[in-house]
């Protein structure tokens, strides 16, 4: 199984003036710095967590469908499965009806079943599973703790530029809060 991100939040958990008062900066020299700081944030805690925060979208690719018929999906939280295709052996591709797909968003990992789902003919990635993973679209979606590592990184990184000695990991203060959204491995 192979997840593919195909297109990144549209706003950050965090705004560029909420994260400026969190700092106690006041002017717009390092607005970039700051802006930058905030994606790279955004991005440990996705992979310290193993959750998405924002709304991205993302493709997955198969060889062949599970024998439970159970697809366990890469990526959490699940908000939705947007389509499936299966490719025959020309790579013409067909649509899974919707109707025939069921998406299990709460377990986790989240998880899909199709029902009479048709086989592929290519022998490498014939299902394409196109899908929305993240908290939500908005930044209030995502929960309080997890912005607040993100505050606790970038502040952690702005205050200690240059400064790198050994490996770069979360603040144990960032990571405490990490941990309860924590995935296990599959």
Known sequence: ???IFVDGPAVEPITLPEMKAYLRVDDDAEDDLIAGLMKAARLMVESAARRILIEQRWRVYLDRWPESGKVMLPVAPL???DGIR???????????????IEADPVSDPPCITVSDAPSPGKARNGIEIELRAGFGASPDA??????????ILVAHWFENRGDVA???ILPPEAMALVAPFQRARI
């Open 79 to 81: 908000l939705a499965v």
């Open 166 to 168: 050994g490996e770069q």
């Open 1 to 3: 199984m192979i997840p």
């Open 86 to 100: 299966v490719l025959d052996a020309s790579g013409a591709a067909t649509a899974i009806e919707v109707s025939a």
């Open 142 to 151: 995502v929960p309080a703790t997890l912005k607040l590592a993100i505050r």
